[in-house]
């Protein structure tokens, strides 16, 4: 199939497919019976958006419907036509992609829960019936364990419901369920203390008994004097004595900068109110020597019209050497 009858294809199937009747009337015709049931094709509505890859365009158009369900809930309609003589075996794989891609585009949109996307090949190649599975699952190598591990709930692993007898069990995995599971909830040094007797099992590595040990002490007892207590444990893990010695001196520099960055800032916020306090104050002297000058002028302006200084004094609450003040 050449370049230009590729291109033919996609305008002829959207011009269409765009079209609502006509939409209608092809989902109405292809849409599986017991989804085209559950929905009301007279709201179907045409979404902009395409999914295709980029470097996929010339082989394949994709149009992306929504239509109303039950109780107003949205189920995205997704139909690709597939217009190349050279049948695509992961095709199948190829239009989950685009399925996931829609889902996604429907949360970006401030929606809190996945819509039901049902994904249509419309296909007219040279080999026919279409050859290939339209099950993504047969993409696979291994179909069938696809299958039972796909058509579950993902695997969880949730420490915080784990017993430290389940922990044990688990060897060099016990060491980081644990200290992930208690650092927020168990006093820092009993979970230090249990650490301990896992430590002493020798399953694990130096690189990570140290992290460990950095981060339980870091983490867990930020706000403890550990000194104490490292000397409690030096008996019983010798060699990392001296790694819980230093990072209890970056704690305690720690402690040291953080009171001096907290007296800085305690400066800081006394000096602003203290600012404030001489400036609302300056201020208001400012406003009480305007005020006198006025008085002032308005004193000296009667005088200099003929009124007695003696009344004007009296009358305005005014003393002599106030009066007698150089004029500004």
């Known amino acids: 199939m050449t370049s230009n009858s590729k291109r033919g294809h996609d305008p002829l199937f959207k011009l269409f497919l765009r079209e609502p009747e006509t939409a209608r009337d092809f989902l109405e015709a292809h849409l599986p019976e017991d989804i085209r049931s559950l929905v009301h094709l ?15 365009k010339e082989l394949h158009s994709d149009i992306l419907y929504s239509v109303k369900m039950a109780e107003d809930a949205h189920c995205l309609l997704y139909c690709i036509v597939e217009h190349q ?9 190829r239009m989950t992609k685009y399925t996931i891609r829609a889902m996604d585009d429907h949360l970006k949109k401030g929606y809190k829960t996945l819509p039901v996307v049902v994904p249509l090949l419309f296909y007219h190649g040279d080999v026919r019936p279409y050859p290939y599975s339209m099950d993504w699952l047969d993409c696979f190598e291994q ?8 058509s579950k709930p993902w695997p969880l692993i949730d420490v915080s419901v784990l017993d430290d007898d389940d922990i044990k069990m688990h060897r060099r995995m016990a060491l980081l369920e644990m200290v992930q599971r208690d650092i927020r909830m168990r006093d820092g040094r009993e979970l230090l203390g249990r650490l301990v007797q896992l430590i002493q099992l020798g399953l694990n590595s130096r690189e990570q008994v140290e992290a460990v040990l950095r981060y339980t002490i870091m983490n867990g007892m930020a706000g403890e004097d550990i000194r104490p207590y490292i000397n409690q444990l030096s008996g019983d893990i010798p060699e990392y004595e001296e790694l819980m010695g230093t990072i209890a001196q970056q704690l ?16 800081i916020e006394q000096g602003i109110e203290q600012g404030i306090e ?8 400012a406003s009480l020597e305007r005020e006198r000058q006025t008085l002032l002028n308005a004193a000296r302006a009667l005088i200099d019209n003929g009124v007695s200084p003696e009344v004007v004094m009296k009358t305005m609450g005014l003393s002599r050497e106030e009066l007698e003040q150089p004029r500004h």
């Open 278 to 285: 001489q400036g609302i104050e300056q201020e208001r002297q």
């Open 252 to 267: 305690e520099e720690n402690g040291v900068r953080k009171g001096i960055l907290q007296g800085i800032e305690q400066g």
């Open 42 to 56: 007279d709201t179907l509505r045409l979404e902009s958006g395409s999914y295709v890859d980029e470097e996929l």
């Open 85 to 93: 003589s050279t049948e695509d075996e992961m095709m199948a794989w």
């Open 143 to 150: 179909p069938e364990l696809a299958r039972r591990v796909l």
